[in-house]
């Protein structure tokens, strides 16, 4: 079997090339009054991808540790990169292309514009494992940016019976229908990816780390999630109403997850204040 190696020189540059060819708002981002390169900033880049700005820098200058394929995925999205350039980028890396799956973790360019063209409307890509893809600016302040690097720290799924912060953000009345929910569509995609290492490795370790997971999995109740209800207690505006609308790919494997303002409802407005509160939050820190 070929033994594959990292090419530092050739991912260094890279990525560095790419981020010249991505404008900030295509991602999201407000071009600023006072922009030196031509695309992206590093440490954009780095926020985008979910990974420390001080890697990231560490990667464009050839040194530091060898990216994990999950980051180098993240990094892919950030990139707004096709295909054949996330394969490419996974080569100079010293790991082989993402194989075996229909789309995977690579999100087109054309569904991450979309993203970017609902300014005021929560969207997020998700796998139908439960891992977050991609968000949107307002969705990473609505619901918080996740970990796109670690193998499970982006799976809402996992975070959801993991980690008590996620659960503070949602009435504890509804936190029982929620665990259902999320495991009643996490049995559902693990019974169409049967044989798949990775689905059965996240179901093995909630089962470890959770008695509630492993209760509600042993029900056997299955259930592909399509449309609901939210409240987020979101601790700068307050309680949120919303409504979930999740499209399907027509691979099966990804999803655009939609939460829009109920009709007759304040939600709107808190989303406009959200929106405009994070734009002034970007300045100041620029």
Do not use: K
């Not at 981002?29 to 001080?54: I, K, N």
């Not at 029982?176 to 290492?197: C, F, I, K, N, Q």
């Not at 399907?248 to 304040?266: K, N, S, Y």
């Amino acid at each position: 079997m070929l033994r594959m190696t990292i090419n530092r020189r050739e991912l260094a540059d890279f990525p560095h090339r790419s981020r010249d060819r991505v404008q900030p708002q295509e991602v999201g981002l407000p071009a600023g009054p006072r922009r030196r390169t031509p695309g992206l900033r590093r440490e954009e880049v780095a926020q985008l991808a979910g990974m420390p700005a001080d890697y990231y820098v560490r990667l464009e200058q050839a040194r530091g540790p060898q990216p994990s394929p999950q980051m180098l995925s993240a990094l892919a999205r950030a990139l707004r990169l096709s295909s054949d350039e996330c394969d490419h980028l996974h080569l100079l890396a010293g790991h082989r292309p993402p194989a075996g799956r229909t789309s995977g973790d690579h999100v087109s360019p054309g569904l991450l514009h979309l993203l970017d063209q609902l300014p005021t409307t929560p969207a997020q890509v998700l796998s139908d494992l439960g891992d977050v893809l991609a968000q949107n600016a307002i969705a990473r302040a609505l619901l918080g940016g996740v970990c796109t690097v670690s193998e499970h720290g982006r799976n809402v799924v996992w975070r959801w019976f993991t980690d008590p912060t996620v659960r503070a953000a949602y009435p504890e009345e509804d936190h029982e229908r929620y665990s259902r929910v999320h495991v009643a569509d996490l049995r559902a995609a693990t019974a169409r990816r049967a044989g798949d290492p990775a689905a059965a490795r996240l179901v093995a370790r909630l089962s470890e780390a959770s008695d509630e997971f492993r209760t509600l999995w042993e029900l056997h109740e299955v259930a592909v999630r399509r449309h609901s209800r939210v409240r987020v207690l979101h601790h700068e505006i307050g309680s949120v109403y919303l409504g979930c609308q999740v499209l399907l790919a027509p691979e099966g494997d990804q999803r655009l997850v939609l939460f829009t303002p109920p009709p007759g409802t304040d939600a709107m407005g808190r989303l406009a204040l959200l929106e405009v509160m994070g734009e002034e939050r970007f300045f100041l820190a620029g």
